[in-house]
């Protein structure tokens, strides 16, 4: 006997012991060796990860693609494993170790690391027992780490290849530095933050020219002390005259050209611009424009460096002035900016401070403002790949999904820079790069390699030291759908799973990681690392806002999964999966789906009690009974839908497919107009449909299980106690194909019933008749086809739809709404049963106040300022309510048309 109640929490558990028992999602078994294979790589999540909507979005999607296609009899790897992480790991155990007042530094590289490594062991991996919760069916036993040994050894040998063939090379450069981790970090580390500063507008006198000056405008004054020129537009007329002609520096002394740059524009500002290459990335290009040399100001911590400063100091006489800059020799950035802004103001050339709103690059871990810092760095000239990679996608050999992101893909690497792949850590991937003590490089795969080269150049044994630095975290993960099959070893693996099927994966690291894997994949495998890249939207709260810890709106998905079960949330999160559009998530979603989750359970003890049992032998395309054909027939439909809607990457038509069959066919019609044959008397019918409904369940289990896999896993097991022995877990059952019980007979008679029900109960809805009234029901002018259906179906349709009785007329009866059901007219005598003039009017008012609110509306969205200043959430919200409008508009003229009609 099932439990009265569905248990997600007690059967959850259960049931991924048996998945484990079982091996259900170990690739290369036995019986799949000669199967097609499918693979997914899964966007490895960060050691110190906790599971977050998103993640769980993401996870959902890879889970149904890698269930329906095992169903489907592929031998299907999904790939799991964790990323490094570097910086954010660094900082994990930094913070731990500072608790007990230890300075990574007091340790030593070496130690350090081995603390990292045991703080992996004990405290790493959380989300992927949270992801083991979620349903996730990866290959755990081939679970990989990016510095696993292994992978360690294919990151060295890329690395090494790359050097050599000349795609690395070591350059000074700006880089974003964060001056609190003293690392250079990736654009994806770096958050804009608007912030409330100023615009201070500073004078510079024209050297050999007392009495001119032109004044430039600058939010970071400090920066001043590294300026090397000023740039003004080529076309501004003010300054025409001054261009080729030299400015002098304030405070400092140092003569600076002015140079015609277009970057300058003369409507912003002053329209002259401070150049200052060392500290802007603008201003490094029109560095290089110009030939203007570096001047770098800023230690590692961002704090002034002058004193002893060759480049600073070259050229510049000594000065009182030049004396109180260098006093500030040590000051952090901001302290410095006061005493500059002070000193410019005692020397009254501070023209005017204006304040201003702007942007500044703040680092998404440290919370501190980034500073472009000029330093040695290794980088990647990706141009060559990137060419590959983008003559892949446009081939069609990796097509993209939703295909609008192939723009953003060809915009990123049509526009390529080279990568910066070296940062100032301890924890990652150390580079394999020596120096001797002249400072040439031996880059090699082992120590000894490089003193073998060395040894080579010098004629003689030298002492070498490794770069401090690692490698960025994305270098490893560039490397993950071939690293983690076995490469550069001559895998197995390798042969059968790459390259891989589909990516799925969110819009923000297209260019960071998409797009890496596309160029080192081609270029060590020669080959397109995936075929489909399916690009998932966001999850929103249900207003449509991001989610965010200082909103307040972050929904956790274990408190979901706490609550309501796991299948809720995927369900959830599947049927609103559409693309391009993101999601907005109410855990009253959730709760709706939980309860579908109960309605499944409860009809499965419905079956149960009504001893629908599986049979031995049972034929589905032999059933009689004209709604078990049509039962069949409905779900052979829903299993095409689902199949397609997966295949299509369409996952919310997919789970609503599947949702619209279990719900309404199954739940609120087959069962419902089987009750008459189950509660009568035991007959050939009785037994017919009893089998019937025990084969449709066993498809909704195997229909859902992509989506719902506990529960379906649960009930597939109930109910295999009954009947033929079970062939396998629900897991790695076969999907169906049922299109040889597609009956359109069937569905011509049982379809006009449904419609039928549906039109008089909506048509009673709408037009305020009471529910517990009974009312006639007239079929005009039928044809033979319909009376006889009337004849068979009379009883349940009186009974679902409230009809007192049917009958049968030439024309529709006076004061009466009419009704098309597939063609054919019916009618409704509401004469007596409510006020027709009253019911007209009140739908007509109805029908003006929604007039009146979408009037509203529009006057909103057609203000540009309003569009402009209102939060995308809310502009989305008024579109809604716009559309919600106009659908409850159409019902109440459809209404009040067939009151018209009703004369």
């Given at each position: 006997?099932?439990?009265?109640t569905?248990?997600?929490?007690?059967?959850?558990?259960?049931?991924?012991?048996?998945?484990?028992e079982?091996?259900?999602?170990?690739?290369?078994?036995?019986?799949?060796?000669n199967?097609?294979?499918?693979?997914?790589?899964?966007p490895?999540?960060n050691?110190t990860?906790?599971?977050?909507?998103?993640?769980?979005?993401?996870?959902?999607?890879?889970?149904?693609?890698?269930?329906?296609?095992?169903m489907?009899?592929?031998?299907?790897?999904?790939?799991?494993?964790?990323?490094?992480?570097?910086?954010?790991?660094?900082?994990?155990?930094?913070?731990?170790?500072?608790?007990?007042?230890?300075?990574r530094?007091?340790?030593?590289?070496?130690?350090?690391?081995?603390?990292?490594?045991?703080?992996?062991?004990?405290?790493?991996?959380?989300?992927?027992?949270?992801?083991?919760?979620?349903?996730?069916?990866?290959?755990?036993?081939?679970e990989?780490?990016?510095?696993?040994?292994?992978?360690?050894?294919?990151?060295?040998?890329?690395?090494?290849?790359?050097?050599k063939?000349?795609?690395?090379?070591?350059?000074?450069r700006?880089?974003?530095?964060?001056?609190?981790?003293?690392?250079?970090?990736?654009?994806?580390?770096?958050?804009?933050?608007?912030?409330?500063?100023?615009?201070?507008?500073?004078?510079?006198?024209?050297?050999g020219?007392?009495?001119?000056s032109?004044?430039v405008?600058?939010?970071?004054?400090?920066?001043?002390?590294?300026?090397v020129?000023?740039?003004?537009?080529?076309?501004?007329?003010?300054?025409?005259?001054?261009?080729?002609?030299?400015?002098i520096?304030p405070?400092?002394?140092?003569?600076?050209?002015?140079?015609?740059?277009?970057?300058?524009?003369?409507?912003k500002?002053?329209?002259?611009?401070?150049?200052?290459?060392?500290?802007?990335?603008?201003?490094?290009?029109?560095g290089?424009?110009?030939?203007?040399?570096?001047?770098?100001?800023?230690?590692?911590?961002?704090?002034?460096?002058?004193?002893?400063?060759?480049?600073?100091?070259?050229?510049?006489?000594?000065?009182?002035?030049?004396?109180?800059?260098?006093?500030?020799?040590?000051?952090?950035?901001?302290?410095?900016?006061?005493?500059?802004?002070?000193?410019l103001?005692?020397?009254?050339?501070?023209?005017?401070?204006?304040?201003?709103?702007?942007?500044?690059?703040?680092?998404?871990r440290?919370?501190?403002v980034?500073?472009?810092?000029?330093?040695?760095?290794?980088?990647?000239?990706?141009?060559?790949?990137?060419?590959?990679a983008?003559?892949?996608?446009?081939?069609?050999?990796?097509?993209?999904?939703?295909?609008?992101w192939?723009?953003?893909?060809?915009?990123?690497?049509?526009?390529?820079?080279?990568?910066?792949?070296?940062?100032?850590?301890?924890?990652?991937?150390?580079?394999?790069?020596?120096?001797?003590?002249?400072?040439?490089?031996?880059?090699?795969m082992?120590?000894?390699e490089?003193?073998?080269?060395?040894?080579?150049?010098?004629g003689?044994?030298?002492?070498?030291?490794?770069?401090?630095?690692?490698l960025?975290?994305?270098?490893?993960?560039a490397l993950?759908?071939?690293?983690?099959?076995?490469?550069?070893?001559?895998?197995p693996?390798?042969?059968?799973?790459?390259?891989?099927?589909?990516?799925?994966?969110?819009?923000?690291?297209?260019?960071?990681?998409v797009?890496?894997?596309?160029?080192?994949g081609?270029?060590?495998?020669?080959?397109v690392?995936?075929?489909?890249?399916?690009?998932?939207?966001l999850?929103?709260?249900?207003?449509?806002?991001?989610?965010?810890?200082?909103?307040?709106?972050?929904?956790?998905?274990?408190?979901?999964?706490?609550?309501y079960?796991?299948?809720a949330?995927?369900?959830?999160?599947?049927?609103?999966?559409?693309?391009g559009?993101?999601?907005?998530?109410?855990?009253?979603?959730?709760?709706?789906?939980?309860?579908?989750?109960?309605?499944?359970?409860?009809?499965?003890?419905?079956?149960?009690?009504?001893?629908?049992?599986?049979?031995?032998g049972?034929d589905?395309?032999?059933?009689?009974?004209t709604?078990?054909?049509?039962?069949?027939?409905?779900?052979?439909?829903?299993?095409?839908?689902?199949?397609?809607?997966?295949?299509?990457?369409?996952?919310?038509?997919?789970?609503?497919?599947?949702y619209?069959?279990?719900?309404?066919?199954?739940?609120?019609?087959?069962?419902?107009?089987?009750?008459?044959?189950?509660?009568?008397?035991?007959?050939?019918?009785?037994?017919?449909?009893?089998?019937?409904?025990?084969?449709?369940?066993?498809?909704?289990?195997?229909?859902?299980?992509?989506?719902?896999?506990?529960l379906?896993?649960?009930?597939?097991?109930?109910?295999?106690?009954?009947?033929?022995?079970?062939?396998?877990?629900?897991a790695?059952?076969?999907?169906?194909?049922?299109?040889?019980?597609?009956?359109?007979?069937a569905?011509?008679?049982i379809g006009?019933?449904?419609?039928?029900?549906?039109?008089?109960?909506?048509?009673?809805?709408?037009?305020?008749?009471?529910?517990?009234?009974q009312?006639?029901?007239?079929?005009?002018?039928?044809?033979?086809?319909?009376?006889?259906?009337?004849?068979?179906?009379?009883?349940?349709?009186?009974?679902?739809?409230?009809?007192?009785?049917?009958?049968?007329?030439e024309?529709?009866?006076?004061?009466?709404?009419?009704?098309?059901?597939?063609?054919?007219?019916?009618?409704?005598?509401?004469?007596?049963?409510i006020?027709?003039?009253?019911?007209?009017?009140r739908?007509?008012?109805?029908?003006?106040?929604?007039?009146?609110?979408?009037?509203?509306?529009?006057?909103?969205?057609?203000?540009?300022?309003?569009?402009?200043?209102?939060?995308?959430?809310?502009?989305?919200?008024?579109?809604?309510?716009?559309?919600?409008?106009?659908?409850?508009?159409?019902?109440?003229?459809?209404?009040?048309?067939r009151?018209?009609?009703?004369?």
């Amino acid at each position: 006997m099932m439990d009265k109640t569905f248990d997600p929490s007690s059967v959850e558990a259960r049931i991924s012991t048996r998945w484990e028992e079982a091996e259900a999602f170990k690739a290369g078994r036995e019986d799949r060796k000669n199967a097609v294979p499918y693979t997914i790589v899964i966007p490895p999540p960060n050691v110190t990860g906790s599971l977050h909507m998103g993640h769980a979005l993401n996870n959902t999607i890879q889970d149904i693609l890698c269930r329906f296609e095992r169903m489907r009899g592929k031998d299907v790897l999904w790939q799991p494993g964790m990323d490094h992480a570097g910086i954010a790991t660094q900082m994990v155990v930094e913070r731990k170790l500072a608790e007990r007042q230890i300075q990574r530094r007091d340790l030593g590289r070496e130690e350090f690391v081995k603390r990292v490594w045991e703080w992996k062991e004990e405290s790493g991996g959380t989300i992927v027992r949270q992801l083991k919760r979620l349903g996730a069916s990866c290959d755990w036993s081939r679970e990989r780490f990016t510095m696993d040994e292994g992978l360690s050894q294919a990151v060295l040998k890329v690395f090494v290849d790359l050097y050599k063939q000349g795609l690395i090379y070591k350059d000074k450069r700006l880089v974003n530095w964060d001056p609190k981790f003293q690392t250079a970090i990736s654009d994806l580390e770096v958050m804009q933050v608007e912030v409330k500063g100023n615009l201070w507008h500073i004078r510079y006198a024209i050297d050999g020219q007392p009495d001119r000056s032109i004044t430039v405008a600058t939010t970071r004054p400090e920066t001043m002390l590294g300026d090397v020129a000023v740039a003004v537009h080529p076309e501004d007329e003010r300054y025409k005259d001054l261009i080729g002609q030299f400015a002098i520096l304030p405070l400092v002394g140092r003569r600076i050209p002015i140079v015609a740059d277009e970057y300058s524009d003369p409507e912003k500002g002053t329209g002259a611009v401070k150049i200052t290459p060392a500290h802007d990335f603008n201003d490094f290009e029109v560095g290089k424009r110009h030939k203007l040399p570096l001047i770098n100001i800023f230690g590692t911590e961002a704090q002034l460096v002058l004193s002893g400063n060759e480049d600073f100091l070259d050229g510049l006489a000594q000065t009182d002035d030049l004396k109180a800059v260098l006093a500030l020799d040590g000051l952090d950035r901001f302290e410095a900016r006061k005493r500059i802004i002070a000193m410019l103001e005692e020397r009254e050339i501070l023209v005017q401070i204006e304040p201003n709103t702007h942007v500044v690059p703040h680092g998404d871990r440290s919370n501190v403002v980034i500073e472009p810092y000029l330093t040695d760095q290794w980088y990647v000239n990706v141009k060559p790949l990137a060419d590959r990679a983008l003559d892949v996608v446009r081939k069609g050999q990796t097509k993209f999904v939703p295909e609008n992101w192939e723009k953003t893909y060809f915009q990123w690497l049509e526009n390529i820079e080279p990568w910066c792949v070296s940062r100032q850590l301890w924890w990652g991937h150390q580079i394999p790069a020596w120096y001797d003590d002249q400072g040439n490089a031996y880059v090699a795969m082992s120590e000894d390699e490089a003193l073998a080269e060395a040894r080579a150049k010098h004629g003689k044994d030298v002492v070498l030291k490794r770069d401090e630095d690692v490698l960025d975290t994305w270098f490893s993960s560039a490397l993950w759908p071939f690293s983690t099959l076995g490469w550069p070893d001559d895998a197995p693996e390798l042969k059968r799973y790459y390259p891989t099927n589909t990516l799925v994966t969110g819009f923000d690291i297209i260019f960071f990681w998409v797009a890496r894997m596309m160029m080192m994949g081609l270029h060590f495998m020669d080959e397109v690392p995936f075929d489909t890249v399916y690009i998932h939207a966001l999850v929103r709260d249900e207003k449509g806002a991001k989610m965010s810890k200082s909103k307040g709106n972050v929904i956790d998905p274990l408190d979901v999964v706490e609550q309501y079960g796991a299948d809720a949330l995927r369900m959830t999160l599947a049927s609103m999966a559409a693309q391009g559009r993101d999601i907005k998530l109410s855990v009253q979603r959730v709760e709706n789906y939980r309860n579908f989750a109960t309605k499944i359970w409860n009809a499965a003890r419905f079956a149960e009690m009504n001893e629908c049992r599986r049979v031995e032998g049972f034929d589905p395309k032999a059933v009689t009974e004209t709604l078990n054909k049509w039962a069949l027939s409905e779900c052979a439909k829903a299993i095409n839908e689902v199949s397609a809607g997966i295949q299509a990457y369409k996952f919310n038509e997919a789970a609503l497919s599947a949702y619209r069959f279990v719900w309404n066919v199954f739940c609120d019609w087959t069962l419902e107009l089987s009750k008459p044959v189950l509660q009568g008397a035991d007959s050939a019918a009785k037994t017919e449909t009893r089998a019937t409904i025990a084969f449709i369940f066993d498809e909704i289990c195997k229909l859902l299980h992509p989506f719902m896999p506990f529960l379906t896993e649960e009930l597939w097991a109930i109910k295999g106690e009954d009947g033929p022995r079970r062939e396998a877990i629900l897991a790695l059952s076969a999907w169906s194909n049922l299109d040889h019980l597609i009956d359109q007979q069937a569905e011509a008679e049982i379809g006009w019933v449904v419609d039928l029900v549906n039109e008089i109960r909506s048509a009673r809805s709408e037009t305020n008749v009471p529910a517990g009234a009974q009312i006639p029901l007239v079929l005009v002018a039928s044809s033979a086809d319909v009376q006889a259906r009337a004849g068979r179906w009379g009883d349940i349709v009186k009974r679902l739809a409230r009809i007192s009785d049917i009958s049968f007329a030439e024309a529709a009866p006076k004061s009466s709404i009419q009704l098309l059901i597939r063609g054919e007219a019916a009618a409704l005598p509401l004469e007596g049963v409510i006020d027709l003039d009253a019911e007209r009017a009140r739908l007509a008012k109805e029908i003006q106040k929604l007039d009146v609110e979408v009037g509203k509306i529009d006057a909103k969205l057609g203000n540009a300022d309003f569009i402009k200043r209102a939060p995308e959430e809310v502009v989305e919200e008024q579109r809604e309510r716009r559309e919600e409008s106009l659908t409850r508009k159409a019902k109440m003229e459809e209404a009040l048309g067939r009151l018209k009609d009703a004369g």
